[in-house]
């Protein structure tokens, strides 16, 4: 169908002309569908987005301004906004700016990080007292997360050893830390 019979078919809606409605729909009905379709990404809601559109063609026919241009590109806007609009009323509404007061931040406070850096220095001070071995075992097994055999096999010894080593080591902190 051309475009100027197009053009006739929107300005006789405009007038009430049932016929001329119902041949402007099966027309463009499945080029307006498919614009809906893309947009919403859902045949159903592209069906009834499609139901819309027509209601509004038919409403607001009247503010078709005839001119050089296709009107296929005003019935594809019609289409195209109607769909971006039931994408947007689909969203869910953004939360008030203020709800995020109530938001709690995980990071320490100035008070917990300045008693943290404290037991870090007492820590640092008693894996000092340790022998060199011993400490490093520690540190790679609690600071670092290596596991117990990684640790044997870099200071040579055995895996219970390693974990007696471990288990003596903790004990002399907790002793040093209460001190």
Not at 70 to 88: C, G, K, T
Not at 126 to 134: F, G, N, S, V
Not at 150 to 155: D, K
Request: charged share 30%; glycine share 4%; net charge positive.
């Amino acid at each position: 169908m051309a475009p100027q019979d197009i053009t006739k078919l929107i300005v006789r809606t405009s007038m009430k002309d049932r016929a001329a409605f119902d041949l402007l729909y099966r027309q463009t009905s499945a080029k307006l569908f498919g614009v809906c379709l893309r947009v919403l990404n859902d045949r159903g809601d592209a069906e009834e987005a499609l139901q819309e559109v027509f209601v509004k063609i038919w409403t607001k026919a009247d503010r078709f301004a005839v001119s050089d241009l296709s009107p296929i590109s005003w019935l594809v806007a019609i289409a195209r906004n109607h769909a971006i609009d039931r994408v947007r009323a689909r969203r869910k509404p953004a939360l008030d700016i203020d709800a995020a007061l109530d938001v709690a931040d995980p990071a320490p406070g100035p008070e917990a990080m300045v008693v943290a850096g404290g037991e870090s220095e007492r820590i640092h001070h008693c894996l000092d007292e340790l022998e060199k071995d011993r400490a490093a075992a520690v540190r790679g097994a609690y600071l670092k997360g290596e596991s117990y055999a990684e640790l044997a096999e870099r200071h040579g010894v055995p895996l219970n050893t390693m974990r007696t080593w471990l288990r003596r080591s903790l004990l002399k902190l907790r002793e040093c830390l209460e001190r």
